[in-house]
């Protein structure tokens, strides 16, 4: 455990490794060969992530998955924490968002992984929790209207930094990493989902519970 108030640049890059080794134990492909002696992106839309497992899998295969994405998040917040007793948000957003770029990049499985959703709204309940409530309500809002994963998700993308950014100019109760890291993670998981933005255009894109389109 190291107390101090004095953050290097070594210190970011350690944390943002840690996150990132921590976020590339991907789930969803563990699942996908471990159990069905398969690759997940082999499937539906590619991903690594548990919507796809979902439509492929199904639903107790993809609550596992999401239950273990929001876990492995959890787990790369509180073990910075942990070793940097004391310190401020800055370090925490670090691992959060090595976690996230783990998910979506994993060095363990060939740099294709998932979207980061699920991941990313777990680092973001830690740090801002109120933005992460915020971006859920919007997500569940947008999917019970289009029944669209991906327009939910980037809903919640667009919607978590708008809400930090709100916090921290209106009583300052957000710091400035914080406000940084949500524009940060917002912007990586639109860029993620730009296949499915042709999708959309296209018309191809699959609504959740609906039938798969080719």
């Known amino acids: 455990m190291i107390h101090t108030n004095v953050i290097t640049t070594g ?47 199904g639903k107790v295969p993809a609550l596992l998955v999401f239950a273990l994405d929001i876990l492995k998040g959890i ?10 007793a004391g310190s ?23 740099f294709k992984g998932g979207k980061g959703v699920s991941t990313g ?15 859920f309500g919007v997500f569940i809002v947008v999917l019970l209207v289009s029944r669209y994963v991906s327009v939910s998700s980037m809903a919640a993308a667009v919607a978590a930094p708008a809400a930090a950014i709100v916090f921290h100019f209106v009583n300052n109760s957000v710091s400035t990493a914080v406000c940084v890291f949500t524009v940060c ?3 990586l998981c639109i860029l993620r989902h730009s296949e499915n933005i042709k999708r959309l255009r296209q018309g191809k894109e699959n609504r959740l519970g609906g039938k798969k389109r080719a």
Do not use: Q
């Open 11 to 57: 210190d970011m890059l350690l944390m943002l490794l840690m996150g990132y080794l921590l976020g590339s134990v991907n789930f969803a492909i563990l699942y996908s060969k471990l159990f069905k002696k398969d690759d997940i992106r082999k499937h539906g839309s590619g991903n690594a992530g548990a919507t796809n497992v979902l439509r492929t899998y």
């Open 75 to 84: 787990v790369a917040v509180l073990l910075c924490r942990l070793i940097y």
């Open 88 to 110: 401020n948000e800055i370090l925490p957003c670090f691992a959060a968002f090595g976690a996230v770029l783990g998910h979506c990049f994993p060095c363990y499985h060939g």
């Open 121 to 135: 709204f777990a680092v973001l309940l830690l740090l801002e929790w109120r933005a992460a409530l915020i971006a």
């Open 185 to 187: 993670l917002g912007i």
